[in-house]
């Protein structure tokens, strides 16, 4: 391998080591001693790939929240046309793709509160590009001003509710059933609306 290559794969290593322990460990109690032990590299090596912990957290994040964003927006591409279909796929694909990996759910949805200043702006990031998803779908406007009410503020408080039935999912000791999530998460953006 070259230099490039042998970076590139140390990289990875790290990144799959910090998926892990992020989720297991929390952000906080996993160093970089930690992440690097289960890499197979050194602390030296570890500072070739990224500037610190921090920077090793926004990477794993927006690998995260890209993947998810890539599903979610695919799903709401292939659903049927009319508008509840649509959100019922996006909401529905979200919540099944976020929970099929607890690692997953766990970095998404309570990592990145625990890692704190680092993530502010990644975070706010994310959330601006599942708004984004749901602001551009047509209809949803109309039923917005029609119910009174602000559609982004809809989607901020759509998006809110999700991260807390995530969060509950994420903390059970036993994995909850993934489906009550979905009708719950569907229920609620319906008559926020319909309201």
């Known amino acids: 391998m070259s230099a490039e290559e042998r970076l590139e794969e140390r990289r990875e290593r790290l990144i799959s080591a910090a998926y892990t322990l992020y989720a297991e460990l929390g952000f906080p109690d996993t160093t970089i001693e930690k992440l690097c032990t289960v890499a197979r590299i050194s602390n030296r090596a570890f500072y070739e790939c990224f500037d610190s912990r921090d920077q090793l957290m926004m990477v794993v994040y927006g690998r995260c929240v890209r993947e998810t964003l890539e599903t979610v927006a695919q799903a709401v591409a292939e659903a049927p046309e009319t508008l509840e279909d649509r959100i019922e796929a996006g909401i529905a694909t979200y919540v ?100």
């Open 96 to 195: 099944r793709f976020v929970t099929s990996d607890r690692r997953r759910a766990r970095i998404l949805h309570l990592e990145v509160r625990r890692a704190g200043d680092c993530l502010t702006v990644s975070r706010q990031e994310a959330v601006a590009g599942f708004c984004r998803i749901l602001e551009e779908e047509p209809g949803l406007s109309a039923m917005a001003e029609q119910a009174g009410v602000e559609l982004r503020l809809v989607v901020l408080g759509m998006l809110g509710a999700m991260q807390e039935l995530l969060i509950e999912w994420a903390l059970a000791a036993e994995p909850l059933p993934v489906e009550p999530l979905i009708d719950t998460a569907v229920h609620i953006f319906r008559r926020t609306l319909a309201a």
